[in-house]
């Protein structure tokens, strides 16, 4: 089963603690991004990384950190420094055409108590 | 220059009626306009995308209208469905570089039977 795969689907994190939210891919797309969805609220866009072992800040990077050691992973780890992290985020891969759909994840949704 | 504008921001609709939602861009070096549908808790899902060099594509019950020179786009539902009530996201990015995709702020749908 081809897909996009994210784990917990719902986390729950007392404040000054970081954590890390898992996102796998068996898509073999080359590109991969994470979205912070608020209610009613668009996505809005943290980092994305075209190729391994290379990533950019999207638009609200602050308080996030990724890595992609493998071309099918891609973590994101919300650090304390996020002040308002309770949202609901997003993983998502495509190819690097522009055309390329994107394939989104079921989605984590994280609180902070 | 990169915004989406969406609207409305919410719509209610009966039962085979017409939903239709618009949006509009500023960027005129995007070409290339997907749609995205997002039921409640679930990633977001390609539902049908655009070029600029037609100004409609139709698929089943859903068509995009595309006015190149209004800088405008929008999505008609046709013979609405309750199962269609889902937050509809419309976007833009470019084909010619890799670039993001820019979203739309989301139009949420309720069809009512």
């Known amino acids: 089963d081809g897909g996009i795969t994210q784990s917990p689907k719902y986390l729950f994190r007392k404040e000054g603690q970081n954590v890390t939210l898992s996102c796998e891919q068996n898509l073999n797309h080359d590109a991969m991004y994470w979205y912070r969805q608020d209610p009613g609220q668009g996505l809005r866009l943290i980092y994305y990384s075209q190729i391994v072992n290379d990533f950019q800040k999207g638009d609200i990077a602050e308080g996030y950190s990724v890595s992609r050691e493998k071309k099918e992973s891609f973590p994101l780890t919300v650090t304390s420094a996020q002040k308002n992290p309770t949202a609901f985020y997003l993983c998502a891969s495509s190819g690097t055409q522009n055309t390329d759909t994107q394939y989104f994840g079921p989605g984590t949704r994280l609180t902070v108590l | ?113």
């Open chain 2, 1 to 113: 220059q990169q915004q989406v504008k969406q609207s409305p921001q919410s719509l209610i609709v009966q039962k085979g009626g017409i939903s239709i939602i618009n949006c509009a861009y500023e960027n005129t070096a995007f070409d290339y306009f997907p749609w995205y549908q997002q039921f409640p808790g679930k990633g977001p899902a390609l539902l049908i995308a655009i070029r600029p060099d037609v100004s409609e594509k139709k698929e089943g019950r859903f068509t995009i209208s595309f006015n190149k020179s209004a800088k405008q786009f929008s999505l008609h539902i046709m013979d609405s469905q309750p199962g269609d009530s889902a937050t509809y996201f419309c976007a833009a990015n470019r084909r010619t570089s890799y670039d993001k995709v820019i979203f739309g702020p989301g139009t949420s749908l309720s069809v009512i039977p």
